[in-house]
């Protein structure tokens, strides 16, 4: 049975910062891992995701240097260290998990709200 359970949500001042993590189960041979968001009227979009092999990454534009995302192989978990949030970043964040023949599974959703 597969099971995304996303963590580290909440409520922060501008400035602040969270610390998100998923834990995934049940996927098999995981080739990716990553996080998206979609705050309120606008599309879902990627924030980052790291490759589970050479651990490579990718950021949107609006996060670089601010957030940091890695991984735990051994966990099976992702973790999306967030700093220097802005009231532009509040959204619910999603664990995204694709495995080596591409299929995603998708977390429940985390909120993330930025007081201004």
């Known amino acids: 049975q597969v099971q995304l359970v996303e963590s580290g949500g909440g409520l922060v001042q501008a400035g602040g910062s969270l610390r998100l993590s998923c834990a995934a189960a049940g996927i098999p041979v995981i080739n990716a891992m990553g996080w998206y968001r979609q705050a309120p009227g606008k599309q879902r979009e990627l924030v980052a995701d790291i490759t589970s092999g050479s651990g490579s990454t990718n950021y949107a534009d609006s996060v670089k240097g601010r957030f940091t995302i890695s991984r735990d192989n051994s966990k099976n978990t992702v973790y999306l260290q967030m700093n220097s949030l802005k009231p532009e970043d509040t959204a619910v964040y999603y664990c995204?998990?694709?495995?080596?023949?591409?299929?995603?599974?998708w977390g429940k959703g985390t909120l993330v709200t930025i007081s201004s």
């Open positions: 995204n998990i694709r495995n080596r023949w591409n299929m995603s599974y």
